[in-house]
């Protein structure tokens, strides 16, 4: 192979080195686990979709990458322009779809995948990342304790890392129809253009926001400090909802809301306290949300953003005859990761699974070192040979360099040996007995310095 | 959002139902378990490369998808055009480059990741699988033994299948070395243009590769001859190396490839044996390999073409001054599971994690329940709740068509109770000490019918 000209990271596109990876890897898998112990389903998606799809949510045309062939144009099956999907809630809604008639309703699922988004290089955004999502979805209804459950697992999903270092959430919740039934009961008719202003709140604040309203809303002055008041509002019991109508307005879709909203306050406060809040500064950008909505902070790294977001949808997708109601919340797998490496918040005990190197005496005997890997591996603990057959001195410090705690010297007159580099001990060992501490076999995920 | 029209499958982009996918993880964590026993380190790579890396191997220029923004040109950061990568040797040699100087050689790594292939849409071949890539790449050297290893390794990953339903394989080996030597001593110099001929003979047969050799590679009758004489010979021993020499050819690299070939089949008989035997006729397309090359079958279903391939190269990757030399090999996942699921060899107990139902008596009940599902998950028993308080037939129903096997009761004077839906059987039981049998606790992957 030719030389690889002008290697250089690409801007927008993450890689981790080994020990980042493990650290995503633990987080994967732990989320996973949770995600199974409450019945949620692994799927998987192809990474394209027709483009008449991906755009059929609005908003995000401009962040869409086309595929074409290199030898040809676009690349057009069935007269479809293919696109890489820019999340994992529109492929969802395609495969329940394409599948409904092959799968149990309500359907919990989880996916782990990447999603791609054409930005421009100079925004510095990711242009490719890894979200884990969880939906249910059901066929025609969806009962509402459902999203009381999900930002639940969520909870423990996260909440199961504490023990590596994972600082603790706050997931703060609001409910589409609180926000819908007040601005209508205060005249504000451009419910979503209103949303949209106020989910600006954080970056151009609320004087910003005050002129938004009313000069892209619609909104009297009087409305807009209404819309303010209203997303001032916080809480973790019923107190949220004598707020909110400490505020003069009554109707039917706002009460129903507060009600919905104090039941997932008062039921998450019983089982995860101090993690699930109202905050109805809430908004979510995305216009098919139509009951709770959901962001998590980390606390100390709230800067960050948002790192799993999520909401009630009455209209995940529809075939014309029948509508698949859902809630979900997807959580940004790359942008936790990126920050929790770079503040060193997690690393593993060592980059490589091995916890023993076996040693080589010379190339002759490479065999009865192969040996005594196999018969370690056969009791499931992760071990390697020496590369070659170099001065065991050497060979230590291949171990010592990968971080790789135990070092076997296969006996040639006497009994094997096996030693911990790090304590320097050393003691007579049998392959087919042996075993290290458990702390030692695997690789661990352990809280860093940050 | 609006009905999704015209769902159907893209043909070349496969996507499993829940049960078909939990057949493919339970394949992908057992690799990948048996990779980590031996010491690879999990990497990811982006799902993009810059145009000019892709094509730097040649062949495959036709197959490249290249991304496009809709709303503007080609992807270009630093002048680059991005395209998705087709295999993760190309990604792997830039990562190597990359980060050579915070890696530790030799660098095992395991890859298990999406690919994609810009074929036409009527070739009926995959656009996106899944591949499980081993390679150990070396700094300026690489010893020979890494060769024998890294087919064992794959040996023992699929062989680890063999008790849910796995066949047999069969990895076929050859050496580049032997082609070569064998070629240029019998005076046919075009050895990369004959290999690529002799690749063909499975498609062909001996008279098209032998007028091929004639008509493409410059070849007389005569070295037609030898040339599908060599192809023919097939053994598990040094007899190989005597069939060849039978053929009257001798020079320095013939024999080096034989006594490199030998080895191999020789240390494999004893590791595994009955796997891995030496045939002449592999060849492997690609012309980067310099060493032993593989190709793998699956007993009983040769047809399907290798599932596994891949040999010694000298230099995966260059920066100039050093050399990057490796071996590797890539099972193709998605190939792999397609025909399992087809043939019906391996099929999950369930498709849902879900080893407990538990049943909501009334919606007033609902924390009860919640509170017993919790506990049996603080227990690493994956449970789910009724999602409504329908008749306890009905919720039985719902367990019973997702073959969750067990529906718990909770008490509201007496005892919980817990019913195996399979037997009827109802006990008595406490979520804080009740267990499923090891075997019903989380889905297993086991043989089908076929």
């Known amino acids: 192979m030719a030389p690889m000209a002008r290697i250089a990271p690409l801007s927008g596109f993450p890689e981790w080195l080994p020990e980042g990876r493990a650290v995503e890897t633990h987080i994967l898998r732990t989320v996973q686990r949770t995600f199974e112990l409450h019945g949620f389903v692994d799927i998987e ?34 007269d479809k322009t293919l696109g890489l999907h820019f999340d994992l809630t529109v492929p969802f809604a395609r495969y329940v779809l394409e599948n409904a008639g092959h799968l ?43 999203e009381v459950e999900l930002p639940l697992v969520i909870a423990e999903a996260l909440g199961s890392l504490r023990d590596v270092g994972m600082p603790p959430i706050r997931i703060a919740v609001s409910n589409r129809k609180v926000a ?22 954080d970056k151009i604040g609320p004087d910003g ?81 139509t009951g709770s909505v959901y962001e998590t902070t980390l606390v100390g790294h709230e800067q960050l953003g948002s790192i799993c977001s999520g909401g009630r949808y009455d209209s995940l997708a529809s075939d014309g005859s029948r509508t698949y109601p859902g809630v979900g919340l997807s959580i940004g797998i790359s942008r936790l990761v990126s920050r929790l490496l770079s503040a060193d918040v ?6 490589v699974p ?10 002759e005997h490479r065999p009865a070192s192969d040996a005594v890997a196999t018969a370690l591996r056969a009791r499931g603990i992760p071990a390697d040979v020496a590369p070659s057959a170099a001065k065991f001195g050497k060979q230590i ?21 096996v030693k911990d580099i790090r304590s320097g001990e050393q003691v007579d060992a049998d392959p087919a007995s042996w075993s290290p501490p458990h702390a030692d076999r695997w690789p661990r995920v352990t809280a860093g310095l940050g």
Do not use: C
């Open 45 to 78: 998606t192809r990474a394209v979709e027709p483009l008449e799809q991906l755009l059929s949510k609005g908003e995000t045309s401009k962040e869409v990458y086309l595929l074409r062939r290199l030898q040809g144009e676009e690349d057009r099956t069935d």
């Open 104 to 146: 149990a309703f309500p359907f919990k699922r989880y996916q782990i995948q990447k999603v791609w988004r054409g930005e421009r290089p100079q925004d510095g955004r990711y242009r490719e990342f890894t979200q884990a999502d969880i939906d249910v979805v059901g066929q025609g209804e969806l009962p509402f304790h459902f």
């Open 180 to 201: 819908q039934g007040f601005y209508q009961g205060i005249g504000l008719e451009d419910v979503e253009g209103t949303l949209r202003t106020i989910d600006k709140l």
């Open 209 to 289: 926001v005050r002129q938004g309203l009313q000069r892209d809303n619609g909104a009297t002055p009087e409305q807009a400090e209404a819309a303010l008041a209203l997303a001032s509002i916080t809480g973790s019991d019923a107190s949220v909802a004598d707020a909110v109508l400490a505020l003069g307005v009554r109707n039917e879709v706002l009460e129903e809301g507060l009600s919905e909203l104090v039941q997932l306050v008062e039921a998450a406060a019983v089982r995860a306290p101090g993690v699930i809040g109202a905050d109805l500064r809430i908004a979510r950008g995305l216009d098919y949300y």
């Open 346 to 351: 997690m690393r593993p005990t060592r980059a």
């Open 354 to 363: 091995t916890a023993v190197l076996v040693a080589v005496a010379d190339e």
């Open 397 to 417: 410090r291949h171990a010592d360099r990968r971080s790789i705690p135990f070092v076997w010297f296969a006996g040639q007159d006497g009994p094997d040996q």
